[in-house]
């Protein structure tokens, strides 16, 4: 489906006036979902340009990036690259936790979400990082075993504050 001159005009003004990552992933996705997806690929392109160091938690850009460019364009092999760019520049959980849920969904590799997970379990700092990391683990890999090594590590934590945290399906 071709664009319209007024979407041509729209998408170029918008273009234009984009100046992060998000920006330019916000136009691509758009002119991706109105049938350009070579020009998509090229502000997609620009998006991870600016993804490299626009931000302080640009691992979190990356993956929102390659997210949009699995469901614009579905290239696995770009989003491989994102995501390990991602994991590279992740520095606390929540950032670990979340490409590891994205791997899970977008490319089914369990092995390369479970290492990701781990590095995520060396990050956690509270009982409620631990709680949060194992319920992802029993959602996206699945594995009673090592989500319940995790509860655990929650529950110790939270024992020393004097806190009962009891987690149930243990």
Do not use: P
């Amino acid at each position: 489906m071709a664009l319209t001159k007024e979407q041509i005009k729209d998408f170029k003004e918008q273009e234009k006036e984009a100046e992060n990552s998000s920006q330019f992933r916000e136009v691509a996705h758009q002119i991706a979902e109105a049938g350009d997806k070579k020009w998509a690929k090229k502000l997609f392109k620009q998006a991870e340009k600016n993804a490299e160091c626009s931000v302080d938690d640009c691992s979190v850009d990356l993956v929102n990036l390659a997210d949009r460019i699995f469901d614009n364009l579905g290239d696995k092999e770009w989003i491989k690259i994102l995501y390990g760019k991602a994991e590279e520049k992740a520095e606390v959980t929540t950032e670990f936790k979340c490409l590891a849920e994205n791997i899970c969904e977008k490319l089914g590799d369990n092995e390369w979400s479970k290492n990701i997970y781990k590095k995520a379990e060396n990050k956690a700092e509270d009982s409620w990082d631990f709680v949060g990391l194992a319920d992802s683990i029993i959602k996206h890999l699945e594995d009673k075993d090592f989500a319940k090594k995790i509860y655990k590590k929650a529950e110790e934590i939270a024992k020393d504050l004097g806190v009962s945290l009891e987690i149930n399906w243990l």
